[in-house]
């Protein structure tokens, strides 16, 4: 029973400890979830030991460099001219995300000659904000030998120095590192170049992709204080040339038989591009024509369409050709590079497509301008009518107005400087309303005027007859203005007749003397 009891306790020690292990594991392994690294690269450059030193953070936050111990020689600088000392910050890590995820490392390079001649090495301590832990490295690097022993004899040889380099695209931009081989002798300062072009049409069309111009370039000098260089450029998010060369000279345009990078090119299997070890330097591609034609559509108020095009943005550097579509009608307008030109589409032509290559497929359309003159309205009315005329200044399209009184509404087409009228019978309505078709503006509302129509005298349109009518009642007297004017007449003749009753007397008493 003792032995049993044992070997319970036993077997219970056991399984403890292997939970207590298991724990310090499990609480130990996040540890890893910060560390920084370091790498280094010898070269021999003008007789010196030359030394570059690739310090990488793998966490999103920067560390600070502490507990450094550097090899004799000169400061390590980086490629910002800071030099690494206690305190340095290293540059966080990135993280992409998208198809597939990944950690782009936060990186500085470090370019130190030294003293040494055998080998030489660099520890650190780095930390981060927040966390409590520490991440620690160190890096020997073995030296080139006898670099320095024969400087005066014979004559080093440039086109033996050896290099190695990186070349893609990343974050959409394109990016080179070029460091000198760790076993090479640099004869020289080599500038290297990485450029970017914009082209008329992709690569793999057929028929001329000349001239190129240069979209973005950067320069940089491997020297003996600088043994790796990084280079990045943008590219145009069209047809496109990225090219990776030893040299400082930027082409530009590059012409159809003009001069070319031929095997300065890094990656070239001859020449000095062969000097550099990695993949082929250089690129070619893009789906669309680097070109930036531009279409400003103007209305005229006569109803013409007139479409400005324009050659002259960012990339307007090859003549463009559009293509004008309307009714049955196609016609093409070139434009000359970094120019401007118009096509006026005609009244009544109706929609427009415009297209050129860099330029999707637009459809115009004419619509009034808000300055155009418009129609005049005046609303004449009687005791019978209701008539709203319209009046159409010149130089304006046809207007097509609708005009509704009471519960009708008629439609009336008034060409440029014409006059159309639209009649309905009168009713107890007192307005008349007219809106347009294409004219932006609220319907106009107008005022029928209030006309007396319960005498007769009132109706402008009426007419008075003067034929006697038959009738069964008894006749009444003729007044009023007939009375009057045969009243007059009688005195007329009375007084006719006094007058001859004296001239008559005169004679006969004259006549008696």
Request: charged share 20%; proline share 5%.
């Given at each position: 029973?003792?032995l049993k009891?044992?070997?319970?306790?036993?077997?219970?020690l056991?399984?403890?400890?292997v939970?207590?292990?298991t724990?310090v594991v499990a609480?130990?392994?996040?540890?890893s979830?910060?560390?920084?690294?370091?790498?280094?690269?010898?070269?021999?450059?003008?007789g010196?030991n030359?030394?570059t030193?690739?310090i990488t953070?793998d966490w999103e936050?920067?560390?600070t460099?502490?507990?450094l111990?550097?090899?004799?020689?000169?400061?390590p600088?980086?490629?910002?001219?800071h030099?690494?000392?206690k305190?340095?910050?290293?540059?966080?890590?990135?993280?992409?995300?998208?198809?597939?995820?990944?950690?782009?490392?936060?990186?500085a390079v470090?370019?130190q000659?030294v003293?040494?001649?055998?080998?030489?090495?660099l520890?650190?301590?780095?930390?981060w904000?927040?966390?409590?832990?520490?991440?620690?490295d160190s890096?020997?690097v073995e030296?080139?030998?006898?670099?320095?022993e024969?400087?005066?004899?014979g004559?080093?040889?440039?086109?033996?120095?050896a290099?190695?380099?990186?070349f893609?695209?990343?974050?959409?931009k394109?990016?080179?590192?070029v460091?000198?081989?760790?076993?090479?002798?640099?004869c020289r300062e080599?500038?290297v170049?990485?450029?970017?072009y914009?082209?008329?049409?992709?690569?793999?069309?057929?028929?001329?992709?000349?001239?190129?111009y240069e979209y973005q370039s950067q320069?940089k000098t491997?020297?003996?204080?600088?043994?790796?260089?990084d280079?990045e450029v943008?590219?145009?998010?069209?047809?496109?040339q990225?090219?990776l060369?030893?040299g400082?000279?930027?082409?530009?345009?590059m012409?159809?038989?003009?001069a070319r990078?031929?095997?300065?090119k890094?990656g070239?299997?001859?020449?000095?591009?062969a000097?550099?070890?990695g993949?082929?330097a250089?690129?070619?591609?893009g789906?669309?024509?680097?070109?930036?034609p531009a279409?400003?559509?103007?209305?005229?108020?006569v109803?013409?369409?007139?479409?400005n095009l324009s050659?002259?943005?960012?990339?307007?550097k090859?003549d463009?050709?559009f293509?004008?579509?309307?009714?049955n009608?196609?016609?093409?307008?070139?434009?000359?590079?970094?120019?401007?030109?118009t096509l006026?589409v005609?009244?009544?032509?109706g929609?427009?497509?415009?297209?050129?290559?860099g330029l999707?497929?637009?459809?115009?359309?004419?619509?009034?301008?808000?300055n155009c003159?418009?129609p005049a309205v005046?609303?004449?009315?009687?005791c019978?009518?209701?008539?709203?005329?319209i009046?159409?200044?010149?130089?304006?399209?046809?207007?097509?107005?609708k005009?509704?009184?009471?519960?009708e509404t008629?439609?009336?087409?008034v060409?440029?400087?014409a006059?159309e009228k639209?009649t309905?019978?009168l009713?107890?309505?007192?307005?008349?309303?007219?809106?347009?078709?294409?004219?932006?503006m609220e319907?106009l509302?107008l005022?029928?005027?209030?006309?007396?129509?319960?005498?007769p005298?009132?109706?402008?349109s009426?007419s008075v007859?003067?034929?006697?009518?038959?009738?069964d009642e008894?006749?009444l007297?003729?007044?009023?203005?007939?009375?009057g004017?045969?009243?007059g007449?009688?005195?007329l003749?009375?007084?006719?007749?006094?007058?001859?009753?004296?001239?008559?007397?005169?004679?006969k008493?004259?006549?008696?003397?």
């Amino acid at each position: 029973m003792k032995l049993k009891s044992s070997l319970r306790r036993t077997a219970t020690l056991l399984a403890g400890a292997v939970v207590g292990l298991t724990g310090v594991v499990a609480i130990a392994a996040p540890a890893s979830a910060h560390s920084a690294a370091i790498k280094g690269v010898a070269a021999c450059a003008s007789g010196k030991n030359v030394v570059t030193w690739t310090i990488t953070n793998d966490w999103e936050t920067d560390a600070t460099l502490d507990d450094l111990v550097i090899p004799a020689g000169t400061t390590p600088v980086d490629t910002n001219g800071h030099e690494l000392t206690k305190g340095y910050l290293l540059p966080k890590a990135q993280k992409q995300y998208g198809k597939w995820s990944q950690t782009i490392l936060g990186k500085a390079v470090f370019t130190q000659t030294v003293d040494a001649k055998d080998s030489a090495t660099l520890s650190f301590t780095a930390k981060w904000p927040g966390w409590k832990g520490s991440s620690s490295d160190s890096e020997t690097v073995e030296l080139v030998k006898g670099c320095g022993e024969d400087n005066t004899g014979g004559e080093c040889d440039f086109n033996k120095t050896a290099f190695t380099h990186t070349f893609a695209l990343v974050d959409g931009k394109w990016k080179a590192t070029v460091t000198l081989d760790s076993k090479s002798r640099l004869c020289r300062e080599e500038p290297v170049t990485l450029v970017s072009y914009f082209t008329p049409q992709p690569n793999d069309l057929k028929g001329d992709n000349w001239p190129q111009y240069e979209y973005q370039s950067q320069t940089k000098t491997i020297s003996d204080k600088q043994g790796s260089v990084d280079l990045e450029v943008e590219a145009p998010d069209c047809n496109t040339q990225v090219d990776l060369f030893f040299g400082d000279k930027v082409i530009t345009p590059m012409e159809k038989n003009g001069a070319r990078y031929g095997t300065t090119k890094l990656g070239e299997s001859s020449g000095l591009g062969a000097r550099s070890k990695g993949p082929r330097a250089w690129y070619n591609g893009g789906t669309k024509a680097c070109t930036t034609p531009a279409v400003a559509p103007v209305s005229s108020c006569v109803g013409d369409l007139t479409l400005n095009l324009s050659n002259n943005g960012k990339f307007g550097k090859y003549d463009v050709t559009f293509t004008v579509k309307y009714g049955n009608e196609t016609k093409t307008v070139t434009v000359a590079a970094g120019k401007a030109d118009t096509l006026t589409v005609p009244a009544g032509a109706g929609d427009v497509k415009v297209s050129a290559p860099g330029l999707e497929e637009k459809t115009y359309s004419w619509s009034r301008p808000e300055n155009c003159a418009l129609p005049a309205v005046t609303v004449e009315n009687d005791c019978t009518n209701v008539t709203v005329v319209i009046d159409n200044p010149k130089d304006v399209t046809t207007a097509t107005a609708k005009v509704t009184y009471g519960d009708e509404t008629k439609t009336v087409t008034v060409k440029a400087g014409a006059e159309e009228k639209a009649t309905f019978k009168l009713t107890e309505a007192k307005f008349a309303t007219v809106s347009y078709d294409g004219i932006k503006m609220e319907p106009l509302k107008l005022a029928v005027k209030e006309i007396d129509c319960s005498t007769p005298s009132a109706t402008p349109s009426a007419s008075v007859s003067t034929t006697p009518v038959a009738s069964d009642e008894p006749s009444l007297p003729v007044t009023g203005a007939a009375a009057g004017s045969i009243a007059g007449i009688a005195i007329l003749l009375l007084g006719g007749g006094v007058a001859m009753f004296f001239i008559a007397r005169r004679r006969k008493t004259k006549f008696t003397a």
